[in-house]
């Protein structure tokens, strides 16, 4: 059974499109190399990843040098074309940032420990110091970065302990007010408490006690009065004066 064709389409699973990419990648720089040994011919390969990765292959020493014979290739057809100044300037510009921007990109590639066979004792040593001074000043500012928030959260800490100070205070002076207003009503109740009772109940009881006496005196008067009769007769029978009477 044959292989079916394969619909030349963006695949949207994101695996199987990195799956994809690597097989032909590989099998797109096998047939560079293959192309060159055969066929003794120069060929530079240059590829960018989805991410901005590049993989590329050059059958000569130096991809510079392909590019530049490419340039000077590009360059003679255009002055065979006659083209005007702007359009050689502008084509020269593009040359100019393509190459700065490959070498940015290798360049960054060593350092993130990418393709580092091809540097010799001197590059890498020179990377080494790069990374160094790169190390110290990232520590630098990472400490920087470190104190200035220490201080920022010192200055808040000061801020809420003068507004935990206000705050006590504040309650401190509620709570003297409270306690004194309860012990000026304490001291209002005390003397409520201690005053005399009420002066119209005093003159009732007052009154009913001259009823009482004066009932009496009036019983002790007329007991007298009928002693004294009862013993006038006996006196003028007798002749004794009562002792009493003495």
Not at 217 to 239: C, L, V
């Amino acid at each position: 059974m044959g292989r079916g064709r394969v619909e030349l389409r963006r695949i949207e699973n994101k695996i199987n499109r990195q799956v994809t990419f690597a097989k032909r990648r590989n099998g797109l720089l096998k047939k560079a190399y293959e192309l060159s040994v055969l066929c003794d011919a120069e060929v530079g390969l240059i590829i960018f990843s989805s991410r901005g990765k590049l993989y590329e292959f050059c059958s000569t020493s130096s991809m510079n040098k392909t590019l530049g014979r490419y340039q000077r290739c590009s360059y003679g057809a255009l002055e065979t074309g006659h083209p005007g100044r702007d359009t050689q300037g502008s084509y020269q510009e593009y040359i100019k940032l393509k190459a700065k921007v490959e070498a940015l990109q290798q360049s960054q590639r060593h350092l993130l420990g990418e393709e580092l066979g091809q540097l010799g004792t001197k590059d890498l040593e020179q990377m080494e110091r790069q990374l160094d001074s790169t190390l110290r000043q990232v520590r630098s500012t990472k400490t920087q970065y470190m104190l200035d928030q220490l201080s920022d959260l010192q200055q808040k800490e000061q801020e809420l302990v003068e507004i935990n100070n206000a705050l006590r205070n504040k309650l401190e002076e509620n709570d003297a007010r409270i306690q004194s207003e309860w012990e000026a009503e304490e001291r209002n109740s005390m003397v409520y408490r201690s005053q005399p009772a009420a002066q119209p109940d005093q003159g009732v009881f007052e009154s009913q006690e001259c009823n009482n006496t004066m009932h009496m005196a009036s019983y002790n008067s007329a007991g007298n009065d009928h002693q004294m009769a009862s013993a006038t007769p006996t006196q003028n029978a007798g002749g004794v004066i009562p002792g009493w009477m003495l």
